[in-house]
T-cell receptor
C-alpha cells in the first residue's frame, strides 16, 4: 500500500518556467517531509525538507508548500533550468522509514 | 560529491557467484541503511543498522547478507542471486536510527546474468 501518492508522473517545462509536483499522504503520524533529486546514475540527494509545524519553506529556487489539514505538500521549482532535469521523489517519515512517492521525471527544455 | 561512498559502481555477476558491496561514511553517523532501487521506481528499504547492530530486516531473502564491521563501514554480501535482483543498491546513513535526513550514496549498479 503506497503511503505517499505523487503526481504528475512526468512533466515538461520551458526554461524559466515553474515546475510543480504534488504529494498526498494518509498517515498523520508523519513528521518529516523531504524532497530528493536524483540524476541518472546517481543516488538520491536531499533537496529540501519541511516539518508539519511550518507551512512553507524556501531555499533558493525551490519551495515546499505544506497543507497539514489537507495532508498534502508540493514542490515548486522557480525559474526552471536545464540542469534541473531529473527525477524528484517526495517522501514522508515519522521514524527510520522513508515512505517515498512514485517519482516525477522533470524535463526542462532550453 | 556525496559523503557516502559506495564501491564498486558497477557489478556484473552470475547466479552462482559470491560478491560483496561496500559502503563507507565518515560523518560520524551511527545508523546505516541498505536500499534497493529498480529502474524508474523509488528506493525500497532492505536493512537498517544501528550502532553496528542489525536493527531492521524488511523481510529480505537470505541470499542478501548484511554486515557492519565498524561504525563507518557497511557491507552487503551477495550469493546465489536471481536475475530479478538486478537493480541499483543504495547505501544511506543518518546520525542515529530515526533521525533525518538520510544521506545517500550513488549506489552500485548490479546486473545478474
Amino acid at each position: 500500500q503506497q503511503q505517499v501518492k505523487q503526481s504528475p508522473q512526468s512533466l515538461i517545462v520551458q526554461k524559466g518556467g515553474i515546475s510543480i509536483i504534488n504529494c498526498a499522504y494518509e498517515n498523520t503520524a508523519f513528521d518529516y517531509f523531504p524532497w530528493y533529486q536524483q540524476f541518472p546514475g546517481k543516488g538520491p540527494a536531499l533537496l529540501i525538507a519541511i516539518r508539519p509545524d511550518v507551512s512553507e519553506k524556501k531555499e533558493g529556487r525551490f519551495t515546499i508548500s505544506f497543507n497539514k489539514s489537507a495532508k498534502q505538500f508540493s514542490l515548486h521549482i522557480m525559474d526552471s533550468q536545464p540542469g534541473d532535469s531529473a527525477t524528484y521523489f517526495c517522501a514522508a517519515s515519522n521514524d527510520y522509514k522513508l515512505s517515498f512517492g512514485a517519482g516525477t521525471t522533470v524535463t526542462v527544455r532550453a | 560529491d556525496t559523503e557516502v561512498t559506495q564501491t564498486p559502481k558497477h557489478l556484473v555477476m552470475g547466479m552462482t557467484n559470491k560478491k560483496s558491496l561496500k559502503c563507507e561514511q565518515h560523518m560520524g553517523h551511527r545508523a546505516m541503511y541498505w536500499y534497493k532501487q529498480k529502474a524508474k521506481k523509488p528506493p525500497e528499504l532492505m536493512f537498517v543498522y544501528s550502532y553496528e547492530k542489525l536493527s531492521i530486516n524488511e523481510s529480505v531473502p537470505s541470499r542478501f547478507s548484511p554486515e557492519c564491521p565498524n561504525s563507518s563501514l557497511l557491507n552487503l554480501h551477495l550469493h546465489a542471486l536471481q536475475p530479478e535482483d538486478s537493480a541499483l543498491y543504495l547505501c544511506a546513513s543518518s546520525q542515529v536510527q530515526g533521525a533525518q535526513p538520510q544521506h545517500f550514496g550513488d549506489g552500485t549498479r548490479l546486473s545478474i546474468l
